[in-house]
């Protein structure tokens, strides 16, 4: 059986971002909420696994500008603040939507 992978990705004005994946199921997620769970060791340490970004100075109104596929496994949002290198695979955003 194969993973669902997002067949359509839409950004909205009310700072959300919906995947529709390929098994039928969609999901809505908050911009500030994908960038807090920000994944780079720019965000998080590498060795301990502990949280470097404090969620207080990420924006109430931040939004994602635009987005990109990496490879067939993830995808990598670019936010208002600048952020971008963080690598957001199929699986975790998933398991973020609930």
């Known amino acids: 059986m194969s993973h669902p992978v997002p067949e359509r990705v839409m950004l909205f004005p009310s700072r959300e971002v919906g995947i529709a994946w390929s098994d039928g199921r969609e999901d809505y997620l908050s ?3 994908l960038r807090i769970a920000c994944p780079c060791a720019e965000c998080v340490d590498e060795i301990t696994g502990e949280r470097r970004l404090d969620p207080e100075r990420v924006p109430e109104d931040l939004r994602i500008d635009r987005w990109e596929t990496v490879g067939r496994y993830a ?4 936010f208002s603040d600048g952020h971008d290198a963080g690598i957001f ?4 955003l998933r ?4």
């Open 31 to 33: 911009s500030r909420a």
């Open 75 to 78: 995808l990598r949002f670019h």
């Open 89 to 92: 695979t199929f699986e975790s």
């Open 95 to 98: 398991a973020q939507a609930g």
